[in-house]
Each structure stands twice: as C-alpha cells, then as structure tokens.
C-alpha cells in the first residue's frame, strides 16, 4: 500500500490549504484514515481522522479550523484547513490503518509565514 501526500506549501497567516492524500496498492478502502503533523523539535501529533463511517475526530488546536473528508472512492483523503496560524506550520503525514496495520505517506511540508 503506498499513500501519495499532496497540497503542502507556503501560505500567509489566514490563509488556506487543502491536504490531499490517495491510498494505492491492495487496500481500496482503508478502515481508518488521518493527517498527523510533525513540528520541528516536537513530536508526531494527530490533527484528524476519519473512519470509514464518516465518524471525524479533530485536534482541540484545529477544531473549527480544518475539516476531513473522504472522497466517494474511499481510498481518498482531503483536509481542508482554514484561518491558518504560524504554530500550523509542520510536515503533515497521511495515515492509513487497515485491520490493525498502520501506513504512512512521505509527508508534505506546510509552511505558514509572512
């Protein structure tokens, strides 16, 4: 299974991204998907997560700010991520977890600055 990062970028305070990730490979349609977000010098923390219900779980630091979502393939992710702030800025993960097995993507680097 390869998860494929996309949508990072540099971005002024306020401002707007949105995250995509594509699942590959033998799973179409993984049981759990999320975005976690490592800052330099912090460690790995989960920002959202969605189950293959819809059933969504979000970060207190995001709550009200990004939104997940799964595409009608199932195998798709997106993370809509608004009112950016500095403190947002980190390599943000693509997770996947199927029947107890975890994958990662690459990671795709945001960048909130002036």
């Known amino acids: 299974v390869q998860l494929q990062a996309s949508g990072g970028g540099l971005v002024q305070p306020g401002g707007s991204l949105r995250l995509s990730c594509v699942a590959s490979?033998?799973?179409?349609?993984?049981?759990?998907m999320a975005w976690y977000r490592q800052a330099p010098g912090k460690q790995r923390e989960l920002v959202a997560d969605i189950n293959s219900g819809g059933t969504t779980n979000y970060a207190d630091s995001v709550k009200g700010r990004f939104t997940i979502s799964r595409g009608n393939s199932r195998n798709a992710m997106s993370l809509q991520m608004n009112s950016l702030k500095s403190e947002d800025t980190a390599v943000y993960f693509c997770?996947?977890?199927?029947?107890?097995?975890?994958?990662w993507g690459r990671g795709t680097q945001v960048t909130v600055s002036s």
């Open positions: 490979g033998s799973i179409l349609a993984p049981n759990f």
């Open positions: 997770n996947a977890v199927h029947y107890g097995v975890a994958y």
